[in-house]
């Protein structure tokens, strides 16, 4: 596996790779990113990973200067994955000036988690389109557990006429249900041991929601309610539309159900497509 910091290297080194595959990751790889990388082999000639812990997507209080660097573990699992390119910049490399032009995305960046996140998905998607032009996919692989991000990813690429398909891939779990995160090393035991139920509300919420309930306020205040009891502190459950997560309008249109809840200093998200 090549490793290359500099933009100009990577480039020279994906000169004639045939179909180039991208998953970009923040580091601190597990199951889940793996299990892009793997699945992105399926989608092209050369796999590029890339490592990047983006400082425009971090709120003040958020965990920027703590969140976990495992930069040669990293590297083991993706070189055992058979990624054949891993860009892994500096902020210099990546930010050599003051980064002073952004992607704005629009309404859809201020509901949900962009509510709770002011500016993470400008942060976002300016990040994420500086690594397309790095990196030249033709196909970049994005996670669906963080759906809201994959959902302005994707429209931010069809709008701009990139020309890169966009891959949704499907939520990895642990056995007790719990979406496999880099957040979830910060967790105690006891909260790790607690940690499932944010799945199990939501497979309940899809269960009802087959079985006819329609009344979906109801179903997001009882499912906050269960999590306050068991001392979450919950930013939202909701039941959206996929296509462009607004307030459903009907139980016939595809359904996903959101969630983002702290437990303890830890915040959690998950969804559930219906």
Known sequence: MQIHASIPALRAALTSRGRIV???TMGNLHTGHISLMQQA??????????????????????????????????????????????????????YPEPQEYFIEPPAIQNVLDGEFRPGHFRGVATVVSKLFNCVQPDVALFGKKDYQQLMVIRNMTRQLAMPI????????????????????GYLSTAERAEA?????????IRQAIRSGASDFAALEM?????????????????????????????????????????LGATRLIDNIEI
């Open 22 to 24: 991208f998953v970009p």
């Open 41 to 94: 082999r399926a989608h092209g000639n050369t796999v590029v990973a890339s490592i990047f812990v983006n400082r425009l997507q971090f709120g003040p209080n958020e965990d920027f200067d703590t969140y976990p660097r495992t930069f040669q573990a990293d590297c083991d699992k993706l070189q055992a994955a058979g990624v054949d390119v891993l860009f892994a910049p500096t902020e210099k490399d990546l």
């Open 165 to 184: 398909d966009i891959v949704g891939g499907e939520t990895v779990r642990a056995e007790d249900g719990l979406a496999l995160s880099s957040r979830n």
């Open 196 to 204: 499932p139920r944010l799945y199990r509300l939501l497979t309940g």
């Open 222 to 262: 009882q499912a906050v309610g269960e999590l306050a009891a068991a001392g979450w502190k919950t930013d939202y459950v909701a039941v959206r539309q996929q296509a462009d997560l607004t307030m459903p309008k009907g139980v016939d249109v595809p359904l996903v159900v959101l969630a983002a809840s702290r």
